[in-house]
């Protein structure tokens, strides 16, 4: 009989220290190197957020000038890139386009494989500058409409959203962007982040480890949630149907997308401040039927079932009336949780040691050979 004692899904396993962020779940609070999240949101840019995470502290004026003119010039993506995510089928999920995007700017680095903090951090910010091109790109052609170029002159998020549609939208749908952003950063040892530190651990590349952190990100238990969440919606229809709805689905013994968290059993930290953000888009957007919808729907999961909503439950709507396409929210998270996983990939090389769980054998028992 094995002494060995399994904990499926790693729950309530410490694996490692981090000094990035920290997830309290008896307090439901967030904090990015010690400032809860909800105040970042409320008062920081993205690239400062960025910039914390990546060094400890807020950017004085000339560091945040010096990191933001870096990203800019990752902007523009390579020619040949390009010419590659245009051959692709434009039927292909969106994650799968930066995942492959990804890998192609991997193979044409030629300090790829030089693990220095001065190396990887040069290609987190590459990453960083580039991936809003790569998820507008992806946007505009599944619209059949040309990419277009960076505007220099614009900040992260008011570019992001300016290359995607052709013009910075309303300055509330730009805040409520970057909140956004702001939220999807960082979440301590979550699948993805786990995933590109496991890559990192055997020494492997950064554009390896955020590839696969890509294709751990893609699923909907994870960050996946968001597009699932407005699948949701638009099989329920109207606030008035959530009620029958969830009791179907759970009678079904079907998952409801955006409910649910593996260490927020009483909410989600960054929940109310998307929840405002998604108001604000909602009044500008004649987003009504779907605000009324979003609390008809949580109010049915908790009476049923006791389940908070998570990050992805606002992001989602959100996303949507900003103009989005579903296939397209969860790359936007991507976009955004690039510097933590960047913000990771640095603190694992700091203090490596190989991560390589070990497992409790139930197959056969030692057997003879017979040729
Ligand atoms: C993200 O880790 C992170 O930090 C992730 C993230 C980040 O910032 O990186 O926060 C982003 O990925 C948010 C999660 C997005 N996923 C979803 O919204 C998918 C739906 N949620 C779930 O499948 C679920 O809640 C998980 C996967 C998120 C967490 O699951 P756990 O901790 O493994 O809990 P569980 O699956 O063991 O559930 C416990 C009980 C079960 O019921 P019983 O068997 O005890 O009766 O709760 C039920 C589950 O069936 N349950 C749900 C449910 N979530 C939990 N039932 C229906 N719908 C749900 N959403």
Redesign the pocket.
């Known amino acids: 009989m094995s002494t060995k004692t399994v904990h499926k899904?790693l729950?309530g396993v410490v694996v490692d220290t981090t000094g990035i962020s920290m997830?309290n779940p008896e307090t439901n609070s967030l904090t990015y190197r010690g400032y809860p999240v909800q105040d970042l949101a409320a008062h920081c840019r993205f690239e400062e957020v960025a910039h914390l995470l990546w060094h400890g502290e807020l950017p004085t004026p000339a560091q945040l000038a010096e990191q933001n003119a870096v990203e800019r010039a990752h902007r523009e993506l390579p020619a040949d890139l390009v010419s590659t995510l245009l051959h692709l089928p434009a039927t292909a999920h969106p994650m799968d386009t930066l995942r492959t995007a990804v890998s192609i700017l991997g193979a044409n680095d030629p300090h790829e494989d030089e693990n220095s903090p001065e190396a990887n951090h040069a290609k987190a910010l590459r990453l960083f500058g580039a991936l809003p091109s790569i998820v507008a790109l992806t946007q505009r052609r599944r619209r059949g409409l040309l990419p277009l170029p960076p505007r220099l002159d614009l900040g992260f998020a008011e570019n992001f959203l300016a290359m995607t549609f052709g013009a910075v939208p309303e300055p509330e749908v730009v805040r409520a962007f970057e909140i956004s952003l702001v939220l999807?950063a960082e979440?301590?040892f979550?699948?993805?982040?786990f995933t590109s530190r496991v890559v990192t651990s055997t020494l492997s590349d950064l554009y390896s480890a955020i590839t696969a952190a890509i294709g751990a990100l893609k699923g909907?238990?994870?960050?996946g949630?968001n597009e699932?969440?407005m699948a949701a919606f638009e099989e329920i229809g109207t606030a008035d149907r959530a009620q029958e709805w969830v009791a179907r689905a759970?009678a079904a013994k079907?998952?409801?997308?955006?409910?649910?968290?593996?260490?927020y059993k009483n909410g989600?930290s960054r929940v109310p401040t998307m929840r405002a953000a998604l108001r604000t888009v909602a009044e500008l957007r004649d987003g009504q039927r779907l605000l009324d919808l979003y609390e008809s729907l949580a109010g049915a999961?908790f009476a049923a079932?006791g389940?908070h909503p998570?990050?992805?439950?606002p992001a989602g709507p959100a996303y949507h009336l900003m103009g989005f396409d579903t296939p397209v929210f969860t790359p936007i998270f991507v976009a955004a949780?690039i510097t933590g996983w960047t913000a990771h990939i640095t603190e694992q090389l700091a203090a490596n040691s190989l991560i390589r769980p070990s497992s409790l054998y139930t197959g056969s028992a030692q057997r003879e050979f017979i040729a």
């Not at 979550?190 to 982040?193: H, K, M």
């Not at 998570?310 to 439950?313: A, H, P």
């Open positions: 899904g729950t997830v999807y979440h301590s979550n699948a993805s982040t909907p238990l994870h960050g949630a699932a969440v759970l079907r998952t409801i997308m955006g409910f649910g968290h593996r260490v989600d999961v079932k389940l998570n990050l992805d439950y949780r």
